[in-house]
């Protein structure tokens, strides 16, 4: 499967943006997603993941109450939607697919996009 990653952009802290990730090539609704993130001098961390079904979710507790994970299968569309967005929130924001279970592990994601650029000015 390919994955383009899109919406990023500037914004000011408690801003929103939604990010979408557009997969192609295999079945998009046989896989796990998640989405990932990437500060400056910083380690990969998980963001938040979503069952096959959409009926599971994870999220990290740095996001939780403020970003949802959504999928659209008819679409072959995955959603990050960002809400009051803080200063450290700024990241390059990648969305990934995993065949197994879905798991906030980036070693369980074999397919990544390319990443989105999401900057919060405070």
């Known amino acids: 499967v390919q994955l383009q990653a899109s919406g990023g952009g500037l914004v000011t802290a408690g801003g929103s943006l939604r990010l979408s990730c557009a997969a192609s090539g295999r079945t998009f609704s046989s896989y796990n997603m998640g989405w990932f993130r990437q500060a400056p001098g910083k380690e990969r961390e998980s963001v938040a993941a979503?069952?096959?079904?959409?009926?599971?979710?994870y999220y990290a507790d740095f996001v939780k109450g403020r970003f949802t994970i959504s999928r659209d299968d008819a679409r072959n569309t995955l959603y990050l939607q960002m809400n009051l967005l803080k200063p450290e929130d700024t990241a390059v924001y990648y969305c990934?697919?995993?065949?197994?279970?879905?798991?906030?592990?980036?070693?369980?994601?074999?397919?990544w996009g390319q990443g989105t650029l999401v900057t919060v000015s405070s």
């Open positions: 990934a697919a995993a065949p197994g279970y879905y798991s906030s592990n980036p070693l369980r994601y074999d397919y």
């Open positions: 979503i069952s096959r079904s959409g009926g599971g979710t």
